[in-house]
């Protein structure tokens, strides 16, 4: 592990000179709030937030990707064959990712790199991508990211974590990703004061008012908790819209259509949400999650109880909190996380007498 | 509206020990400032959790469609209008809700005032006239009427428009409100300016759905967005699906929307949607004198044909 130093003009030449290797990302301000966007050459992140409005997730997993396309043109040898669609899978660097973004990347990774399947067009774009952290040093009320499995400097999912020191940044290089950023960035400044990153990890951490339980989730029966009495309370609320899944950096659903525009035709992945009525719809009609209780049930089991049950690696959430401020109706994860948490079965047995 | 969350759990807590109704429905405190969380109750313990300030800005007439039950639902005036909109349109009968009116000075909003102060919002407090703003390193008295929601600032019908039992005295209409400047600016944009004006308004669209289903009105079984035959649109980012979804939903609240503003509200992205709705809103009253959802016997404009319905584009 190295540590570089990077004064502020330093870090501007550094981002400026490693766009002609990488294709550059970062937080901007677009209208009312942040997203990340492609940087244009010479444009800097602007790091004057907390958390962007959507997660950064897009940059691997777009809302919409085309993966196949086609055509129906009969007098073309090659009518009807499904191809796949050019990706740009030169390297690329997101500057300025949190460390509870960096970490929710690992938990997606769990779906799309498993064993037996693989996706290539999220591994393309992960294995292409460098990933640059951005210390939280300012956090919300509403980040619970230490009690969800990572912090404001935590370092999973990184290739290189920097951090505020006065005036200038210090860098911690944490993967040869990183070591290779850093070296087109030609940030070569090394530094040797790891104890100031300690410093800055403890008054970070300190500043998080927000925690969730989750030691009981694993140990909990499966079926008393999806038969636990609070479930039509948590979802009466609930409006079915998609802000809780698409606004999540863990979120990985997605649906696959076709669409066709006169003879030429591409195949597509989109986000998809288990909100949504459709999400379960049968080709029957049938639909087996059909109520507002069981959706909102499957949400928040499959992250607090069916995903800690799987893997082995915790919730699936890092805390980021966006659910948290953007749910229209504010239902609230963490309240959810603590019901479920100090769910008794025997409360079950109890409450129905 | 200090004093209406007592008289609310009051209401509630007899309607629900004399029988009256087997469920209340209305808002509790929420997790977050400005923000607050509809809620049920159906015993006379649990009205305890009754909540009601300037941030019950979620129409609680979305929660009536296709009740069973007998139920009592906590109404501002907007929510009252969608309600009258339900029964004609056959979605909730009459004598099966026992309307609680709230008489309304106006919901604020959020993003707004968030817009308005440096540093993340800690607490939120209000009186009658003023809503103080407090961050880590200040604190900022706003009037209410800075920050209101702006349907709520455009609002003339803040009281209940049909009600079983009122909070409080009705407070006094807002009159001079100039409803439509902001539409009628639009009008006046030539064809190049006003594409370039919805394209900006509705490039941020993530089509989570949020401001319909946050909508009394968008009650359909199945949504012609997500209808699959046919297949009305593309299920992508496509601008012209995206565009398709918000212009077509607002022809389907024609004559029906009372501009409660739950659409806006709820979009995580902040699209003003309000603006299709609002010109078709002041298109039925320019040609039909029509507003939604004011009286139980009359027939909306797009329900009924009158000798006097305006003919001029008809050539």
């Not at chain 2, 319909?212 to 699959?228: K, S």
Request: include cysteine; aromatic fraction near 8%.
């Amino acid at each position: 592990m190295t540590l570089v130093k990077i004064d502020k003009k330093t870090w501007a030449e550094g981002l400026t000179a490693a766009a002609d290797a990488y294709r550059l990302y970062g937080p901007v301000k677009e209208k009312d709030y942040h997203q990340f966007k492609a940087l244009e050459k010479g444009e800097m992140p602007d790091f004057d937030m907390v958390n962007t409005r959507l997660s950064p997730k897009a940059l691997l997993f777009p809302q919409s990707e085309e993966m196949l396309e086609f055509s129906l043109d009969e007098s073309r040898d090659d009518h009807h064959i499904m191809k796949a669609v050019a990706t740009d899978d030169t390297p690329r660097a997101v500057v300025g990712i949190r460390p509870c973004d960096a970490k929710s990347t690992l938990l997606v990774k769990l779906n799309f790199d498993t064993p037996d399947v693989k996706d290539p067009y999220w591994l393309n774009a992960y294995h292409a991508t460098t990933f640059i952290g951005m210390a939280c040093d300012t956090p919300l009320s509403t980040c619970f990211c230490t009690t969800a499995g990572c912090g404001p400097y935590h370092e999973e999912g990184l290739d290189m974590l920097v951090m505020y020191q006065g005036d200038a940044y210090l860098a911690k290089l944490l993967t040869d990703k990183g070591k290779a950023f850093a070296a087109a960035a030609g940030w070569s400044e090394t530094a040797d004061d790891p104890a100031v990153f300690d410093a800055g990890r403890k008054a970070a951490e300190g500043r998080i008012v927000s925690t969730v339980k989750t030691d009981n989730l694993a140990d909990t029966d499966l079926l008393e908790l999806h038969g636990a009495p609070f479930w039509d309370d948590i979802a009466f609320s609930c409006i079915n819209c998609g802000t809780c899944t698409f606004s999540c950096p863990t979120c990985w659903c997605f649906d696959i259509q076709d669409e066709v525009h006169g003879k030429s035709g591409v195949r597509m992945k989109n986000w998809d949400s288990c909100m949504f009525p459709i999400f379960t719809v049968h080709t029957t009609g049938h639909n087996p999650r059909d109520t507002k209780t069981q959706r909102v049930r499957q949400r928040f089991m499959h992250k607090l109880k069916y995903f800690v049950d799987k893997y082995e690696a915790g919730i699936m959430c890092v805390g980021c909190g966006r659910c948290v401020r953007q749910c229209p109706v504010n239902i609230d994860i963490r309240r959810l996380c603590e019901q479920m948490n100090s769910f008794k079965p025997a409360d079950a047995c109890a409450a129905q007498g | 509206m200090l004093g209406y969350t007592e008289k609310i759990k009051e209401i509630a807590g007899r309607l629900l020990k004399e029988c009256t109704v087997d469920m209340v429905i209305g808002f509790r405190k929420g997790t977050m400032p400005m923000m607050n969380e509809p809620c049920f109750a159906t015993t006379p313990e649990a009205v305890d959790t009754l909540w009601w300030d300037s941030n019950c800005g979620i129409n609680l007439a979305n929660y009536l469609t296709n009740r069973k039950e007998k139920v009592a639902v906590i109404a501002k005036g907007c929510d009252s209008r969608n309600i009258v909109t339900h029964i004609i349109e056959n979605k909730i009968k009459r004598d099966q809700v026992y309307i609680v009116g709230v008489p309304c000075t106006g919901m604020i909003d959020k993003r707004k005032i968030t817009g308005m102060v440096k540093g993340e919002i800690i607490a939120v407090s209000e009186t009658e006239d003023t809503i103080k703003i407090k961050t880590a390193d200040a604190e900022t008295l706003f009037d209410k009427t800075e920050v209101l929601q702006q349907n709520c600032a455009l609002c003339i019908h803040r009281n209940p428009v049909i009600f079983d039992e009122m909070v409080a005295d009705a407070v006094q209409e807002q009159t001079d409100v100039d409803r439509y400047a902001d539409i009628q600016k639009i009008e006046t944009m030539g064809t190049e300016e006003k594409w370039q004006f919805f394209d900006d308004l509705l490039s941020p669209c993530i089509r989570c759905y949020a401001c319909r289903n946050a909508c009394p009105l968008c009650y359909c079984p199945t949504c012609f967005v997500d209808e699959a035959k046919p297949q009305w649109m593309g299920k992508g980012q496509d601008p012209l699906d995206v565009r398709t979804f918000h212009f077509l939903r607002a022809y389907h609240c024609a004559g029906r929307c009372t501009d409660c503003g739950a659409c806006e509200r709820a979009c995580p992205v902040g699209i003003n949607m309000r603006l299709l709705t609002r010109k078709l809103e002041m298109d039925c009253q320019e040609q039909f004198g029509w507003e939604a959802g004011l009286s139980l016997d009359q027939r909306p404009a797009m329900d009924v044909y009158q000798a006097n319905d305006p003919e001029a584009f008809i050539k």
